[in-house]
């Protein structure tokens, strides 16, 4: 099914307890898994996403629940996979809160909820709930009428979304490798492209330095009358920012060039086939040509590995200056990671901009090194703080000792010196 279609999200349901990560990995090669356990032996949620897909999990602790936010085409969706057993009421609250994640929302799942609105032949508690939660937060169910139990006639496999009705297309697929049917889900307004486009940024240089020589005069007038330093370093740090990307021009590739030759290539590609035939077969025939192969494989990469730093070696033993120069400074280039934003502790919140990331900071490390709170009520704490007034003063281990002799408080300096040690960064 998954090699036909080419689904680029899957959102499965009663995976049951003895479903194991592994297995599903195994199966799902290519996307990115989030799992959510489940209430009972039959429950449990998952969400798999393409790997070329950039998604964010959401960390909801909850069972039956599993979701991520994803990035499409500079827009955010949080998609989000939902099992409600029968006997249990609808997570209306845990719906609320993943309609706040982003402006764009899929929930997809297995709900329990029945209601002739959407093609059932009866109307249950939970269905009646469902619908007025639909209709208070403006969603839309996109297969109405669509008989996805095999039990019944039934629409309880649902797909919900804030998306227009006419943009989504689903089809009922002819699998029946479970109790439920597979359905299929075209977005018409979600464009991907799987092929992959790389930008490619080319920097005219020469163009920088002319340009820098011609305004140095002009820049050294204009912060003659400026004192503040860190002003006149932001300022130029703009500025040479800006100039950079008026003389920086970008390409759009289909591919990188691989850094590996052609014969290296085939023997990987060769490798991955051997892989694809043992997870298939699991003979020990196959096992061994794997293991045989992939021994060959690393010995031919830690080869060319050796002969390309001997070229590199020789090239930079060249008394040629340009050729030298040329290549060592490879030796100074760090590869460079994309950032996108951070979140927050639960990862319930993504911070992007830069105000928001710096408010975030400050305020995680005003709470970790605030100073702990005096319960006036408490006893202990009043003895605590009296006995720590009185040993910030003293200057050597006997008088602690003395101190805490007298105390109400019964603890030791050994106890002391192992809190202090705990305390050192790990």
């Known amino acids: 099914m998954i090699k036909e279609h080419q689904p680029m999200i899957i959102s499965l349901n009663e995976l049951g307890s003895h479903t194991d990560m592994k297995s599903i990995q195994h199966v799902l090669l290519g996307y990115d898994i989030i799992k959510a356990e489940s209430t009972n032996k039959h429950g449990g949620a998952l969400v798999a996403i393409d790997k070329r897909i950039r998604c964010v999990p959401i960390n909801l602790n909850q069972l039956n629940i599993a979701a991520a936010i994803i990035t499409l085409n500079d827009s955010t969706y949080t998609i989000t996979s939902i099992y409600s057993p029968s006997n249990t009421p609808l997570p209306l609250k845990t719906m609320s809160l993943l309609l706040t994640y982003s402006n764009y929302t899929i929930l997809l799942g ?120 860190f002003s006149i370093f932001l300022q130029f740090q703009n500025l040479l920012h800006a100039l950079k990307s008026r003389v920086t021009v970008w390409s759009i590739q289909n591919q990188l060039q691989s850094t590996l030759p052609p014969f290296i290539r085939i023997l990987l590609k060769y490798k991955h086939y051997l892989q694809n035939r043992y ?16 021994k060959i494989n690393k010995q031919e990469i830690l080869n060319y590995k050796a002969r390309q730093w001997t070229s590199f070696l020789s090239k930079l033993a060249s008394s040629n200056p340009k050729t030298f120069c040329n290549h ?21 919140n993504i911070y992007k ?30 003895d605590a703080n009296d006995l720590w007034q009185r040993l910030i003063t003293v200057k050597n281990d006997n008088s602690i000792q003395e101190h805490i002799k007298y105390s109400d408080l019964t603890f030791t300096i050994q106890d002391l010196h192992s809190i202090i040690k705990s305390l050192a960064n790990k």
């Open 328 to 348: 060592v400074k490879l030796l100074n280039k760090k590869p460079q990671k994309g950032f996108s934003g951070i979140t927050d502790d639960d990862n319930m």
């Open 279 to 294: 997870r298939k077969t699991k003979l020990e025939n196959d096992s061994l040509d794997l293991r045989l192969w992939s």
């Open 110 to 229: 297995d709900f329990n909820a029945n209601h002739i609105d959407w093609g059932c032949s009866t109307t249950n508690p939970k269905g009646a709930q469902l619908l007025k939660w639909i209709n208070d937060n403006n969603l839309i169910i996109h297969n109405t009428n669509m008989s996805t139990s095999l039990r019944s006639s039934n629409t309880i496999d649902l797909i919900i979304s804030n998306q227009q009705r006419d943009s989504i297309d689903c089809t009922l697929l002819s699998y029946t490798c479970s109790d439920h049917f597979s359905i299929f889900i075209e977005f018409s307004n979600i464009l991907f492209q799987c092929k992959y486009e790389i930008s490619i940024p080319k920097t005219y240089w020469n163009v920088f330095q002319a340009v820098l020589n011609t305004i140095h005069e002009h820049i050294d007038e204009l912060y003659t009358n400026i004192h503040d330093e």
């Open 353 to 382: 901009t830069p105000a928001s990331i710096l408010s975030y900071f400050q305020q995680h490390f005003e709470n970790r090194f605030a100073s702990p709170n005096l319960d006036i009520s408490n006893k202990t704490d009043i």
